[in-house]
């Protein structure tokens, strides 16, 4: 059974940093991209970044040079730090694995960016 449960999301100030971590159960991490997503309120879901098995990873414009997704497979782990935070980065953020042609996701993580 294939479980991904976030973690580490919270309130913080613009400008701050939080990390974010997903860690996956019942599947073999390391062969698998990994990838975060986000949503807001009234939102659509978007793609965050992606990290692929290998190591290679992919942004979504919006959060270029301010966010780094990384992995760690002997934790089965993913994560997102996320620096120079903005309002707008406000969302439940999400982990996702794609196996197949199924996707998993987490339960989400709330992050609110607020002064």
């Known amino acids: 059974q294939v479980q991904l449960v976030e973690s580490g999301g919270g309130l913080v100030q613009p400008g701050g940093s939080l990390r974010v971590s997903c860690r996956a159960s019942g599947i073999t991490f390391s062969l698998y991209a990994m990838g975060w997503y986000r949503q807001a309120p009234g939102q659509q879901r978007e793609l965050v970044a992606v990290?692929?098995?290998?190591?290679?990873?992919n942004y979504a414009d919006s959060v270029k040079g301010r966010f780094t997704i990384s992995r760690e497979n002997a934790k089965n782990t993913v994560y997102l730090q996320m620096n120079s935070l903005k309002p707008e980065d406000t969302a439940v953020y999400y982990c996702k694995a794609q196996i197949g042609i199924v996707n998993y996701w987490g339960q989400g993580t709330q992050v609110t960016v607020s002064s």
């Open positions: 990290i692929a098995s290998g190591g290679s990873t």
